[in-house]
């Protein structure tokens, strides 16, 4: 598991996205706050490059071995985690891939609750339900007992086209990843 740094934020993370040949996305249930279904994420820290440190996450988190990795997306995201804000506040630059991998999956208990192959039906239907927590349908106690994506990944998973969501929606869920509560929608 990626070390916590003294607690500070170094506001740069990875995330990784790894499908299998039936096209199900690998998520697991995060063990760590920020509550949530993920794909394999972390800090850079001194993992060296950002693709050096997604490679590392993928051997800690999941168990498995990048065999490539394409670069999909990155920028700047104004998500909390569980660490005192870094140097540029509350947020991370976002660096995201795509793997292909080998290996046993075998999920790192300090990192994950579990670990899985999720269709995409699956992971919209969990986005929907970050979506209705983060618009005050869902209670956080019920969302930490039965989670969707974790909110800062639905942004993510919108802007690759594999879930749904209004612009007011993200904004809700956009407020929920960055540590504000959640809110219902205007009347």
Do not use: K, Q
Request: a neutral charge; aromatic letters at 4%.
């Amino acid at each position: 598991m990626t070390n916590l740094r003294g607690n500070r934020c170094d506001n740069t993370s990875v995330g990784v996205l790894v499908t299998d040949p039936a096209g199900r996305l690998l998520l697991l249930r995060r063990a760590t706050a920020p509550v949530g279904m993920a794909p394999v994420a972390g800090h850079v820290d001194d993992h060296g490059t950002p693709a050096d440190a997604a490679r590392r996450e993928v051997a800690e988190e999941v168990g498995l071995t990048v065999l490539t990795l394409d670069p999909v997306a990155d920028g700047w995201r104004p998500n909390a985690c569980r660490r005192r804000p870094g140097p540029r506040g509350t947020g991370h630059h976002w660096f995201l891939y795509r793997a292909a991998v080998t290996g046993a999956l075998r999920a790192d208990p300090d990192a994950a609750h579990g670990v899985g192959w999720y269709t995409p039906d699956e992971v919209r239907d969990l986005a929907h339900r970050t979506v209705a927590h983060a618009r005050a349908r869902v209670t956080g106690e019920r969302f930490a007992e039965e989670p969707g994506i974790e909110p800062v990944w639905v942004g993510f998973l919108r802007d690759l086209a594999l879930v749904d969501a209004t612009t007011e929606d993200l904004a809700a869920v956009d407020a929920l990843a960055a540590g504000r509560p959640p809110r219902p929608p205007r009347a």
